[in-house]
């Protein structure tokens, strides 16, 4: 497809369950982020890949949060152990390189029971 | 830490007539860009208009302009001629030049342009 395509597009799960997100980018974006959209907090960024370069990682709120990205296209986030704070909708978005615009997904609505 | 501030959590205008959107940011960066995002009910984001610090001159976008305030640190929007679908949640948001280049975001005005 031409746009950014997250999966699945809604997940519900218990709590302490672990999660995963996935994220595919436009082809040929090199640049690739992951945000978190919540009544509470807003729109928060979580987490930057670009490239072969180590991933910014400053915005994932624990140590139960990480992301990989392979190949240097698909993105997947994994929630372990998932808490109720953590029912959010979480959205990609990928950029030619880091000072390009940034398009989305339509995310990803987590609820955790 | 940059914040970006958007003071007006809701707004209505009617069909044809224009909005303007207000936001205002914090940052010690000299250089960086500006954007607005609308965000209809379907949850994609969507790129609105996207302002280069550097840039004196105002971006527009057809219906769509920005009024840039470097030092009043102030980048609003201007909605001319409100259609039905421009009702919207609209997000105003930073990116520092360098580094990661990650957006930081107001908390969102909800646009209705009623008919």
Known sequence: GAGVSQSPSN?????????????????????????????????????????????????????????????????????????????????????????????????TRLSIL | AQTVTQSQPEMSVQEAETVTLSCTYDTSESNYYLFWYKQPPSRQMILVIRQEAYKQQNATENRFSVNFQKAAKSFSLKISDSQLGDTAMYFCAFSAQGGSEKLVFGKGTKLTVNP
């Not at chain 1, 392979?70 to 390189?97: F, K, N, P």
Request: net charge negative; with cysteine.
């Open chain 1, 11 to 107: 997940k519900v799960t218990e709590k302490g369950k672990d999660v995963e997100l996935r994220c595919d980018p436009i082809s040929g974006h090199t640049a690739l982020y992951w945000y978190r959209q919540s009544l509470g907090q807003g729109l928060e960024f979580l987490i930057y890949f670009q490239g072969n370069s180590a991933p910014d990682k400053s915005g994932l709120p624990s140590d139960r949060f990480s992301a990989e990205r392979t190949g240097g296209s698909v993105s997947t986030l994994t929630i372990q152990r998932t808490q109720q704070e953590d029912s959010a909708v979480y959205l990609c978005a990928s950029s030619l390189w880091g000072n390009q615009p940034q398009h989305f997904g339509d995310g």
